[in-house]
């Protein structure tokens, strides 16, 4: 690892940044070289600031998360994002999911868990925190079917291993040099046989059944 990550944080609230820039501050390896109130500011900062990892809220003013994730990473595809947010639903989740995040935090983590999850990221390798880990395990349909109901070939299988590491469509298709359209099929082949309303229930079920590993 680089003695110095160059960390950019987005995030609307001002203490939050400060809090969080003051728990940055205490690890050696990291340095905060910019901060952004919303996704259009955060935009503007990466044309002119380099930075490894960004920490980036969800819901903000001007531009979320959502849209400023998506838009940074076709400029910068080599960025790698995680998400802080206070939320838990499907949508947020499963939409920083496709647009490219590689973990999520919750914004009340320790210092601790931020240092794992940052060297985790900046080492290619994706983070969720443990207490969206619980939640992905219950974001699961009533009418789930069971494992033994089901049928999943070997390329489900690796689609689903790819998405567990925090890879979107495009970068699934570019990894299995196949079309995204394909990888959209394979996804929605899963979520129809496991009976998973979204990306997230089928994470979930793939976990809990033990057909990949986290």
């Known amino acids: 690892m680089d003695p110095v990550i160059r960390i950019i944080i987005v995030d609307d609230h001002e203490i939050f940044r400060g809090g969080l820039r003051m728990v940055i501050n205490k690890l050696g390896y990291v340095k905060v070289v910019g901060e952004a109130a919303d996704g259009l500011e955060f935009l503007k900062l990466i044309e002119t600031v380099e930075t490894d990892l960004v920490l980036m809220d969800i819901e903000m003013p001007v531009m979320n998360g959502i849209e400023a994730t998506k838009r940074a990473l076709e400029r910068k595809p080599e960025l790698k994002i995680i998400a802080l947010t206070m939320f838990k639903e499907d949508a ?17 983590i320790s210092k601790d868990v931020l240092d794992r999850a940052l060297q985790a990221v900046y080492n290619g390798k994706t983070y969720y925190s443990e ?45 299995l040099f196949v079309s995204e359209r394909t990888i959209v099929g394979h996804k929605s082949n899963l979520m129809a046989k496991t009976n998973c309303k979204n990306t997230v229930a089928l994470l979930a ?3 809990r059944n033990k057909l990949i590993e986290i």
């Open 131 to 175: 207490e969206l880990w619980d939640y992905f395990t219950k974001a699961v349909s009533k009418e789930e079917k069971p494992d033994d109901d089901i049928n999943i070939t070997p390329r489900e299988l690796e689609v689903l291993e790819l998405l567990a590491e925090g890879l979107n469509n495009k970068e699934i298709a570019d990894r």
């Open 205 to 207: 079920y793939a976990i």
């Open 92 to 108: 947020y989740i499963q939409s920083m999911m496709e647009a490219g995040v590689k973990g999520f935090l919750i914004k009340n």
